[in-house]
C-alpha cells in the first residue's frame, strides 16, 4: 500500500505526539495497560468466512522484538458456526473479553487474564431471557457489562442496554424508549463519568441488520441520557445510521463524534454552554457512497481516525478544532472497517470484515498503520494470515490489544 498526503502535515511536527495511557478499550472504567507500556497483542474477534467452521477468537502477536510479529499465534474456537461474531469487549479488569454473536443472540466469555496468549473459552451465555436479541457493543462498566441489543427477542424494538455480571448473569435491562413512547433503536454506547452522560446511537433491528441493513430500515437518533440514572433525556435526529460514539478524552473534555454510515457524514456534540444539553452539528459532510463505519481518537485529542468501508480509505483529521476538521492524510485499503489505536496513539490497527452481508468479495485482513510526524504508513512486516486459520479463511472483525 502506499500513503498518498493531501495536505502537509507540519501541525503534527508542531503538535508532538501524546504521553502513553493507561488505555486499552473505549470504556472509561477498563484498567488496561499500564503507562508507559506497550501492547503486545491483539484480539481479533473473528467469523469463520463461509459459515461452515467454528468462529473464533485469534490472537495476534504485535510484539515489534518478537520472532513471530504480525502473526496469528493462537485460536480459541467458540465452538459452533454461523453466529454473525461481531463486537466484543473486555471487562473491567481487562482479563476477560465479552464477544457478541448477532446471529444467534449469544455472548461468549473468554478467560485472558490466566494466560493472554493462550485465551480459553469458559462460558457462552443465551441472552434470550433479557427479553432483548442482537448483541453488538460491549461496554464495560464498574461491576460487568453493558450489552448494546439490536432490538427485542423477535426481531423487532425497542434496542435496549442489557447489564451482565462478570459471570455473565443477567442483572437488568434498560430499554431506549423515544419521547413520544415509540421504540427506540441501538448500536453503539459511550459514556462520560465525568459528566454524568451516556450516549446511544442507533442502527437497525436484527432482521434488517443480517439482510444487510438497507436505508429505509436504519436509525437517525442519538440518544442522550442520564448515566447514573439510566434515564433518556434526549433524542436528537442526525443522518441515517449513526453508528460510533467516540467521547474526546481528557476529563475536561466535553465533546463527543458520531458517525452517520449511511448519510455519509460525521457529528460533533458538545455541552458548549454547561446547562447539560448537548448540541450536535454535521462536521464531515462525505462523497455519497463512503459509508464511514468507524472512528478514533487520538488520546491528546488532536487527530479523529475514520474509515471508509465503501470509500477504501483510512483518513487522519486534524480535530484541533473539533467542529471543523481537516483532513491531513489518507491510505487507501480494501473495505476498512474497524480500528484500534495504541495508547501512545502511534499505531493504528485496521481490520476489513463487517458483515456477512455486506462483505462481498473482499480479501479479509488486517493491517498496522504507524502514525508519525509524516501521517500514516502501513508497516510491510504486519500480514497476520486470516487465510491459513485451522478451520479456513476467516473474516477478522472487531480487535483489542492487550
Same mark, same amino acid.
Given at each position: 500500500m502506499t500513503?498518498?498526503?493531501?495536505?502537509?502535515?507540519?501541525?503534527?511536527?508542531?503538535?508532538?505526539?501524546v504521553?502513553?495511557?493507561?488505555?486499552?478499550?473505549?470504556?472509561p472504567?477498563?484498567?488496561g495497560?499500564?503507562?508507559?507500556?506497550?501492547?503486545?497483542?491483539?484480539?481479533v474477534?473473528?467469523?469463520?468466512?463461509?459459515?461452515?467452521q467454528?468462529?473464533?477468537?485469534?490472537?495476534?502477536?504485535?510484539?515489534?522484538?518478537?520472532?513471530?510479529?504480525?502473526?496469528?499465534?493462537?485460536?480459541?474456537?467458540?465452538g459452533?458456526?454461523?453466529n454473525?461474531?461481531?463486537?466484543?469487549g473486555?471487562?473491567?479488569d481487562a482479563?476477560?473479553?465479552?464477544?457478541?454473536?448477532?446471529?444467534?443472540?449469544?455472548?461468549?466469555?473468554?478467560?485472558?487474564?490466566?494466560?493472554?496468549?493462550?485465551?480459553?473459552?469458559?462460558?457462552?451465555?443465551?441472552?434470550?431471557?433479557t427479553?432483548?436479541?442482537g448483541?453488538?457493543?460491549?461496554?464495560?462498566?464498574?461491576?460487568?457489562?453493558?450489552?448494546?441489543?439490536?432490538?427485542?427477542?423477535?426481531?423487532?424494538?425497542p434496542?435496549?442496554?442489557?447489564?451482565?455480571?462478570?459471570?455473565?448473569?443477567?442483572?437488568?435491562?434498560?430499554?431506549?424508549?423515544?419521547p413520544?413512547?415509540?421504540?427506540?433503536?441501538?448500536?453503539?454506547v459511550?459514556?462520560?463519568?465525568?459528566?454524568?452522560?451516556?450516549?446511544?446511537?442507533?442502527?437497525?433491528?436484527?432482521?434488517?441488520?443480517?439482510?444487510?441493513?438497507?436505508?429505509?430500515?436504519?436509525?437517525?437518533?442519538?440518544?442522550?441520557?442520564?448515566?447514573?440514572?439510566?434515564?433518556?433525556l434526549?433524542?436528537?435526529?442526525?443522518?441515517?445510521?449513526?453508528f460510533?460514539?467516540?467521547?474526546?478524552?481528557?476529563?475536561d473534555?466535553?465533546?463527543?463524534?458520531?458517525?452517520a454510515?449511511?448519510?455519509?457524514?460525521?457529528?460533533?456534540g458538545?455541552?458548549? /454552554?454547561?446547562?447539560?444539553?448537548?448540541?450536535?452539528?454535521?462536521v =464531515? %459532510?462525505?462523497? $455519497? &457512497?463512503? *459509508?464511514?463505519?468507524?472512528?478514533?481518537?487520538?488520546?491528546d485529542?488532536?487527530?479523529?481516525?475514520l474509515?471508509?468501508?465503501?470509500?477504501?480509505?483510512?483518513?487522519?483529521?486534524?480535530i484541533?478544532?473539533?467542529t471543523?476538521?481537516?483532513l491531513l492524510?489518507?491510505v487507501?485499503?480494501?473495505?476498512?472497517?474497524?480500528?484500534?489505536?495504541?495508547? /501512545?496513539?502511534?499505531?493504528?490497527?485496521?481490520?476489513?470484515?463487517? =458483515? %456477512?452481508?455486506? $462483505? &462481498?468479495? *473482499?480479501?479479509?485482513?488486517?493491517?498496522?498503520?504507524?502514525v508519525?510526524?509524516?501521517?500514516m504508513?502501513?508497516?510491510?512486516?504486519?500480514?497476520?494470515?486470516?487465510?491459513?486459520?485451522?478451520?479456513?479463511?476467516?473474516?477478522?472483525?472487531?480487535?483489542l490489544?492487550?
Amino acid at each position: 500500500m502506499t500513503l498518498r498526503t493531501l495536505i502537509p502535515v507540519a501541525a503534527l511536527v508542531a503538535a508532538g505526539f501524546v504521553a502513553p495511557r493507561p488505555v486499552a478499550d473505549e470504556s472509561p472504567f477498563v484498567k488496561g495497560l499500564k503507562p508507559g507500556e506497550r501492547e503486545r497483542i491483539l484480539y481479533v474477534w473473528t467469523r469463520d468466512a463461509d459459515h461452515q467452521q467454528s468462529d473464533l477468537l485469534a490472537v495476534v502477536d504485535v510484539d515489534p522484538q518478537s520472532e513471530t510479529f504480525g502473526e496469528i499465534i493462537a485460536t480459541a474456537p467458540t465452538g459452533s458456526a454461523a453466529n454473525e461474531v461481531h463486537h466484543f469487549g473486555y471487562n473491567v479488569d481487562a482479563n476477560r473479553i465479552f464477544g457478541g454473536a448477532i446471529a444467534t443472540n449469544t455472548v461468549y466469555i473468554y478467560d485472558v487474564g490466566t494466560d493472554p496468549r493462550n485465551p480459553s473459552l469458559i462460558r457462552q451465555v443465551q441472552l434470550d431471557e433479557t427479553g432483548y436479541s442482537g448483541p453488538h457493543s460491549v461496554f464495560a462498566v464498574p461491576g460487568g457489562v453493558m450489552l448494546a441489543m439490536l432490538g427485542a427477542v423477535g426481531g423487532g424494538g425497542p434496542g435496549a442496554l442489557v447489564l451482565l455480571n462478570d459471570e455473565g448473569e443477567f442483572v437488568e435491562a434498560y430499554p431506549v424508549v423515544n419521547p413520544d413512547g415509540s421504540p427506540g433503536l441501538m448500536y453503539d454506547v459511550g459514556v462520560k463519568p465525568a459528566m454524568n452522560r451516556m450516549i446511544t446511537s442507533a442502527w437497525a433491528h436484527p432482521m434488517h441488520v443480517m439482510e444487510g441493513t438497507h436505508l429505509e430500515h436504519a436509525g437517525k437518533q442519538a440518544v442522550v441520557w442520564d448515566w447514573e440514572q439510566k434515564k433518556v433525556l434526549q433524542v436528537e435526529d442526525l443522518d441515517p445510521a449513526p453508528f460510533a460514539v467516540r467521547w474526546m478524552h481528557g476529563p475536561d473534555a466535553r465533546g463527543v463524534f458520531v458517525n452517520a454510515a449511511l448519510g455519509n457524514s460525521v457529528w460533533y456534540g458538545e455541552d458548549g /454552554d454547561g446547562d447539560g444539553v448537548m448540541r450536535f452539528h454535521r462536521v =464531515l %459532510s462525505l462523497p $455519497d &457512497g463512503s *459509508v464511514p463505519v468507524d472512528m478514533r481518537v487520538s488520546y491528546d485529542d488532536r487527530f479523529l481516525y475514520l474509515s471508509q468501508w465503501a470509500g477504501g480509505k483510512v483518513q487522519q483529521y486534524d480535530i484541533s478544532d473539533p467542529t471543523s476538521p481537516e483532513l491531513l492524510t489518507e491510505v487507501p485499503l480494501p473495505q476498512p472497517n474497524m480500528m484500534s489505536l495504541s495508547p /501512545d496513539s502511534r499505531r493504528l490497527y485496521v481490520t476489513n470484515s463487517i =458483515l %456477512s452481508g455486506m $462483505d &462481498g468479495d *473482499v480479501e479479509f485482513g488486517a493491517w498496522l498503520l504507524h502514525v508519525g510526524p509524516d501521517g500514516m504508513r502501513v508497516d510491510p512486516d504486519f500480514h497476520p494470515d486470516f487465510k491459513g486459520l485451522p478451520n479456513g479463511a476467516g473474516a477478522p472483525h472487531d480487535m483489542l490489544l492487550k
